[in-house]
């Protein structure tokens, strides 16, 4: 199943329940066949809106690439996060924006504290952005056009998509069905392919590029990062620390209590790169669930060993063992 990533503006956050569109996506949502976050810029929209604040609650936050201060208050409008596509938060303010300047330091505020929305959504590889402010659902083909694949539109587009994702896949859209679909897959997605404990074994050399090991308190990740000649970069192991043998790969996580154990550490996400490339994604879903959605690895010829992108994953000269 894949997981799709709805991120909400504001103006979409359904504290009265009276958005209908909003209360099925919020259905899916529980049931765990969707995930409905915030992004690290919306908290500071709610400091004087107790009720869409607590409702916000519900959902997990994306981060970004940096800390960003657009007033002169000691609050941050957006945090670092897990991202796996590198920000074009320039480029999206001016698509959305223009380049004239704003006509009051209120509105610049709201228009780009707007644009870290959409730039964090972007990010994190977001399925769907959900907004009802005319501005931004004016310049969805804009975005588009730009490479920015995106899914920006309101509550009632996202949903009826969704709903038939799931009508198209698995003949309903009952949430109770879906709900006994989402149970009976294995603790591990990788992509939108169901496991449980796995790895993945160079079919040449025998070495073991990726494995999880499932228990019932927690999931542990093995793997091995080597570059494209072949040259290994990074080394982890549970309950270790992350061992780097050159400067190329770097690691940013959401750590926290989560049953993940990644490396030495629990998180709840993490986010492998080099450049500007991914090289290995993942992430803590619903009820102790833990998505790969992305990967990139090669084996000791420098072959690419094992690619996830969102749904897909494929494997080229490796040996699985479960």
């Not at 644009?115 to 959900?130: E, K, M, N, R, T």
């Not at 690691?251 to 080099?274: E, N, Q, T, V, Y």
């Not at 090669?298 to 699985?320: C, F, K, M, Q, Y």
Request: charged residues 25%; aromatic residues 8%; neutral net charge.
């Amino acid at each position: 199943m894949h997981i799709h990533r709805v991120v909400i503006d504001a103006n979409r956050i359904n504290a009265r329940g009276r958005i209908e569109a909003m209360n099925r996506l919020d259905a899916y949502h529980t049931m765990g066949a969707i995930e409905l976050l915030q992004t690290s810029t919306l908290p500071v929209e709610f400091l004087t809106a107790p009720l869409q604040r607590e409702k916000a609650r519900e959902y997990d936050v994306i981060g970004g690439s940096a800390l960003v201060y657009l007033t002169s208050r000691n609050v941050a409008d957006a945090y670092p996060g897990t991202p796996i596509q590198e920000s074009r938060l320039p480029e999206i303010e001016r698509l959305l924006f223009g380049t004239k300047p704003f006509p009051t330091d209120r509105i610049r505020v709201q228009s780009q504290r707007d644009a870290l929305h959409v730039d964090q959504a972007w990010q994190h590889g977001a399925d769907y952005f959900i907004t009802d402010d005319k501005r931004i659902l004016d310049r969805a083909s804009a975005l588009a056009a730009a490479g920015i694949t995106l899914g920006v539109c309101s509550a009632e587009d996202c949903e009826n998509n969704i709903t038939k994702y799931f009508v198209r896949h698995y003949g309903t859209s009952d949430p109770a069905t879906l709900a006994a679909l989402v149970r009976n897959e294995g603790p591990l997605l990788l992509g939108s392919n169901s496991s449980s404990g796995i790895a993945f074994i160079d079919a040449i050399t025998g070495e073991e590029l990726l494995a999880f090991e499932v228990s019932e308190t927690r999931i542990a990740l093995r793997a091995i990062i080597r570059g494209p000649v072949g040259d290994r970069w990074l080394t982890i192991v549970p309950n270790q620390p992350f061992v780097f043998d050159g400067p190329d790969a770097s690691i940013s996580i959401d750590a926290g209590p989560s049953p993940l154990l990644f490396g030495d550490k629990f998180c709840r996400a993490f986010a492998i790169s080099s450049a500007s490339k991914t090289l290995l994604a993942g992430r803590m879903l619903r009820y102790g669930r833990f998505l790969l959605h992305h990967a990139c690895l090669h084996g000791t010829s420098g072959r690419e060993a094992i690619r996830i992108t969102r749904d897909n994953l494929e494997i080229d000269g490796v040996r699985v063992t479960f």
